[in-house]
Nanobody, 119 residues
Framework: QVQPVESGGGLVQAGGSLRLSCAAS????????MGWFRQAPGKDREFVAR?????YYADSVKGRFTISRDNAKNTVYLQMNSLKPEDTAVYYC???????????????WGQGTQVTVSS
């Protein structure tokens, strides 16, 4: 069992960058496939990126976002560059035992961190 804890959200202007971190409160993240999701007001939670043996991105963030992990620090990151107002959402880190982009495939979820991109 693992409890992801996100940090690093905030307010940034369009074109700017943020790096989100996902640390583990208990457990080892390297044992899991890790994903980032986001949810904007009034919208469903959507897949952003995942990392396991390889990485995979949603088309909307491909080329702008990079997911990575540092097993020594038990942390997963999401580097977000060239941010757009439509990237505004609560971002969630989640752990899965299978490789998937579906939220229902992820077992452990963090509490989320707000990212707001101003135009």
């Amino acid at each position: 069992q693992v409890q992801p804890v996100e940090s690093g959200g905030g307010l940034v202007q369009a074109g700017g960058s943020l790096r989100l971190s996902c640390a583990a409160s208990g457990g080892t993240l390297s044992r899991y496939f890790m994903g980032w999701f986001r949810q904007a007001p009034g919208k469903d939670r959507e897949f952003v990126a995942r990392i396991g043996g390889s990485t995979y991105y949603a088309d909307s963030v491909k080329g702008r976002f990079t997911i990575s992990r540092d097993n020594a620090k038990n942390t997963v990151y999401l580097q977000m560059n060239s941010l757009k107002p439509e990237d505004t959402a609560v971002y969630y880190c989640a752990a899965a035992v299978i490789t998937t982009t579906e939220p229902r495939g992820y077992v452990y979820w963090g509490q989320g961190t707000q990212v707001t991109v101003s135009s």
